[in-house]
């Protein structure tokens, strides 16, 4: 399914297992002799800075096979490191969408690394379903989030020594830290909410009153409001943005969560859509649905989704756009 993958499964920040894969038919030029090698498993230990030490209980031509092999795949100038989230299907929908869109041109297939650590992902996947007691006022100032920030530095750090060129983070509640997260990173990171800002400009949309400026509806749960990065770059981009009322997160969206917890798709399908409505009729021209929950609730031709942006589209067109310029760059 995947056409180029460096896939990482993190169980702790000093030990990696790796698998690495190339699909032949679509990068056919082969720049060096140890890509055209059939897909292979190893073991990358680390210490807690993201290097990598030798190791000492293997043979020393088995390190430097190993060594030979993650260096030539992770040299390319548009390599993109991509830090999984609070699910790891959403990393994978994320990824499947990097493929499936990069694939029509050769020139934009990327080799990429991906961690997911499946600690991390539960930790914010409850987060962010149980915002409705974790984020309230008092219960956020209390909750200690630095273990979280410290396991996303460290992934960060691996992504920066694996050869990564450029960061992306298909995770909405991991952009809460992002700052703290990727401050003196070496590399760029690409962030999903000024990702979403660059496809509204680059839109054809118009405002639905003249002279008014773009009215944008954020749709998501609580934490990820509470956190305010949307709203933030939203705002310097000069969008109006336009949040859910109390009444519609207390009786629909906060509400649409309990209900997938509880798998019942078709409240929270039924809940979803009234509060679409609700940011609608606010006379929005369109509304980012910010929440991988969300965006996978409804059909794909429900009409309502044609008024809503995903931002992992629009993040995923970004770092193939980033990957395509870094090529150009580097030749």
Known sequence: MFNTSLQ??????SHLSVSVTRQRNVCKRVLNPVLAMPPSSVILHTDESGEFPESRNSSSSSNA??????????CHPN????????????????????????????????????????VLNRELLSLERNSSSLCSRNARSQFDHSPIVESLLSKRVFLEKSGAQCIVVPCHISHSWHDEVFKGCSIPSLHMAECVSRELKESKLKPLEAGSPLRIGVLATDA???AGFYQEKLQNEGFEVVLPDKATMEHTVIPAIDAINRKD???????????????????????????NDMCDLLPRDDPLLKKCIDPMDALAMSTIKWAQQAVKEGT
């Not at 096979?65 to 992770?74: N, R, T």
């Not at 390599?79 to 990824?95: C, H, P, Q």
């Not at 798709?265 to 929440?291: C, D, K, P, Y």
């Open 8 to 13: 990482m499964s993190l169980n702790c920040p």
């Open 65 to 74: 096979s190993l060594s030979s092999c993650a260096g030539s795949l992770l």
């Open 265 to 291: 798709m078709e409240g929270a399908q039924n809940l979803l859509r009234i509060a679409l409505q609700v940011l609608l009729v606010r006379a929005v021209n369109t509304v980012i649905l910010a929440s």
């Open 224 to 226: 990820t409001l509470k």
């Open 79 to 118: 390599t993109v490191g991509i830090m999984g989230g609070g699910s790891v299907d959403s990393t994978l929908s994320f990824v499947r969408k990097l493929v499936h869109w990069s694939k029509e041109n050769e020139e934009t297939c990327m080799p990429f690394v991906l961690c997911s650590d499946p």
